[in-house]
């Protein structure tokens, strides 16, 4: 059997290695950073924020992957006291309940949601526009997209209902993504997977590895579109302002606030995880989703607005602040027209696989990593069981 080579060591590559190392092959990570994760990585210090997907929600193949392996470790579930201090902005003001016709949507199954209309004209034609607007706002919690309402009606209506599902669907691992990623680490090196971090792959040396066997590029599509140098490797994606707060405790805060009025979400993440960050203290992130030439500033801007109707005071309670825009870092949309299918095959061809989070996989945010990782595993190792053959420079593959 070939050696099966992992570009990437976040959840999309250490789902492919560890599924490939089952099987009994031999399995190399390699890590361009000195730190494994990715986007999946923690920050050290005394509030622990992540920098990809805060939520892990409670179905489809990468949960059951996960618990048989015993890789989910602790998980924290949002309380339901605090489920309670959910408030929503709606007209410019805070409310505790969201509009009966939101609700009335979550009730619509995905499967009636077309793909080929757009969720605004499916959802209007359904609860009315204001429900409608409402419906797609609330479902950018699982979007970090714009304009959720011009995305494919069956995307969007599959995200909202996971997203308003009661129970909530949502975990989250305690400690941070990092505790997910440390125990898949373990995994794969007690699996005899080797590890090389700091361990930069350029074009030249992808062609060396696939020569030697099948090659799983589990990186972002920017990365693996310069690594392959395939223009075709491109899908949408979000662009979302991002603010994590470190913030003196203050009782009466609100757990979350939806913004009804606009896309974006705020939530106190020490509500579910009181690890995030020191005693007394708590940690608000916030995710406001902006527009092709839309500044951070504009984006942050709003989010204020958002704190100042759930966490009154809250600027004289900082202790940490942290500003961020994240562009093409949060999974991939599907227009009207299109669907997972339609996205970066996960076969390229001549032994080179994709995994991540905007490749031809389902599933909701991370899972889309976590599906395809599993996926793409899977059909290098049928590969690596077959006679290699010459493999030509990428660039005249791909010219």
Excluded: C
Excluded at 220 to 234: E, H, N, V
Excluded at 309 to 318: H, I, Q, T
Excluded at 333 to 355: E, F, S
């Amino acid at each position: 059997m070939h050696r099966i080579h992992i570009i990437g060591g976040g959840l999309a590559g250490f789902t492919a290695a560890i599924t490939a190392a089952e099987s009994g092959a031999l399995v190399t990570v390699h890590e361009a950073h000195h730190t494994l994760g990715g986007r999946a990585r923690t920050t050290e210090g005394p509030y622990r924020t992540n920098d990809g997907p805060h939520a892990l929600y409670r179905r489809g193949p990468h949960w059951t992957w996960l618990a048989q392996r015993g890789l989910l470790g602790p998980i924290a579930s949002v309380p339901l006291r605090q489920a309670a201090k959910l408030r929503f902005r709606l007209g410019g003001t805070l409310r505790r309940t969201p509009p009966l016709d939101l609700l009335r949507l979550t009730r619509r199954r995905a499967e009636h949601a077309p793909v080929d209309t757009d969720f605004r004209t499916w959802a209007t034609a359904q609860v009315g526009e204001e429900g409608a607007r409402a419906a797609a706002h609330f479902a950018a919690v699982a979007l970090y997209h714009h304009d959720p309402g011009s995305l494919s009606a069956a995307f969007v209506q599959e995200r909202l209902r996971r997203a308003a599902a009661l129970p909530p669907e949502a975990h989250f691992p305690v400690g941070g993504w990092a505790q997910v990623i440390d125990r898949m680490a373990a995994r794969a090196w007690n699996l005899s997977v080797r590890i090389e971090t700091a361990s930069r792959i350029d074009p030249s040396a992808l062609d060396g590895l696939a020569r030697s066997g099948p090659v799983v590029v589990a990186t972002s599509l920017d990365a693996a579109r310069g690594l392959l140098r395939d223009p075709t490797l491109t899908w949408d994606s979000g662009r979302t302002a991002l603010i994590d707060l470190g913030l003196r405790t203050r009782r009466g805060d609100a757990f979350a606030v939806s913004d009804l009025d606009a896309p974006g979400w705020t939530e106190r993440f020490t509500a579910q995880d009181p690890t995030l960050a020191p005693a007394g203290r708590q940690l608000v992130q916030g995710q406001i989703p902006v527009a092709p030439g839309e500044s951070k500033a504009a984006g942050i801007a709003r989010a204020e607005d958002l704190l100042d109707l759930g966490f009154p005071g809250w600027r004289d309670r900082v202790e940490w602040r942290r500003e961020a825009l994240a562009t093409g870092r949060t999974g991939a949309v599907d227009h009207p027209g299109t669907t997972w299918r339609d996205r970066p095959a996960i076969d390229r061809g001549n032994g080179i696989y994709l995994a991540g989070d905007q490749v031809a996989a389902p599933g909701l945010l991370s899972e889309v990593s976590f599906n395809s990782g599993m996926e793409a595993a899977v059909l290098a190792l049928g590969a690596s069981e077959q006679p290699r053959p010459t493999r030509r420079p990428l660039d005249l593959e791909r010219s």
